[in-house]
Nanobody
Framework: EVQLVESGGGLVQPGGSLRLSCAASGFTFGRHAMSWVHQPPGKGPEWVSTIKSGGSTHYVDSAKGRFTISRDNAKNTLYLQMTSLKPEDTGMYYC???????????WGQGTQVTVSS
């Protein structure tokens, strides 16, 4: 059974940083692209970033220069380092297996990020 469990969210002031983690199990993690998706309050999900199995990374424009996606295949864990956080970054963050183009077949339960002073 595929499981994705996010952690690391919380309340942070504007300009602050957080590191999200996603622990994966039930599949060969290193063989799959992994993504992060953001769902702002009251809105639909928005793709944020993807890391391919080979390590190439891709970001939505609003995340470039502020967020860094990475993976540790030995630990079956996906990360999202978030810096220079803004109030508009508030929302649920989900890790998902796959890419936005090919389909995000499995999602975690999400972790809440709130950016507020």
């Amino acid at each position: 059974e595929v499981q994705l469990v996010e952690s690391g969210g919380g309340l942070v002031q504007p300009g602050g940083s957080l590191r999200l983690s996603c622990a994966a199990s039930g599949f060969t993690f290193g063989r799959h692209a992994m993504s992060w998706v953001h769902q702002p309050p009251g809105k639909g999900p928005e793709w944020v970033s993807t890391i391919k199995s080979g390590g190439s990374t891709h970001y939505v424009d609003s995340a470039k220069g502020r967020f860094t996606i990475s993976r540790d295949n030995a630990k079956n864990t996906l990360y999202l380092q978030m810096t220079s956080l803004k109030p508009e970054d508030t929302g649920m963050y989900y890790c998902a297996r796959g890419t936005a183009a090919a389909g995000l077949g499995y999602w975690g339960q999400g972790t809440q990020v709130t950016v507020s002073s």
